[in-house]
């Protein structure tokens, strides 16, 4: 079971990103799929959510209208587009499975509730 993260890299403000979580051994399909930050020299922050069928999104606010999940079931595949970056959104992005939908729903940035977690892509927007 694996959660592997791509897409990250260096970029300039106001560009944008599209990250990828590729998920084997499970599938998403069944699962609440997290996106959660950690920038440097802070605690980790739940970024974005998507549920298992509907494909209901959630947002944080600081990336609401700028940042769009999205998931492929069929290529078992999470994304992140990012837009507008910000020096803000230097950080580490994780992607996390869970069963639990509640976890989407307030957001939750624990390691230890997912079920799976990914070993993170660097994303760094500087000029």
């Known amino acids: 079971v694996q959660l592997v993260e791509s897409g990250g890299g260096l970029v300039q403000p106001g560009g944008s990103l599209r990250l990828s979580c590729a998920a084997s051994?499970?599938?998403?399909?069944?699962?609440?799929m997290s996106w959660v930050r950690q920038a440097p020299g802070k605690g980790l922050e739940w970024v974005s959510g998507?549920?298992?069928?509907?494909?209901?999104?959630y947002y944080a606010d600081s990336v609401k209208g700028r940042f769009t999940i999205s998931r492929d079931n069929a290529k078992n595949t999470l994304y992140l587009q990012m837009n507008s970056l910000k020096p803000e959104d230097t950080a580490v992005y994780y992607c996390?499975?869970?069963?639990?939908?509640?976890?989407?729903?307030?957001?939750?940035?624990?390691?230890?509730?997912?079920?799976?977690w990914g070993q993170g892509t660097q994303v760094t927007v500087s000029s």
């Open positions: 051994g499970f599938p998403i399909s069944n699962y609440y």
């Open positions: 996390a499975a869970a069963l639990r939908c509640e976890l989407i729903l307030y957001g939750s940035s624990l390691q230890r509730e997912y079920d799976y």
């Open positions: 998507i549920t298992s069928r509907a494909g209901g999104t």
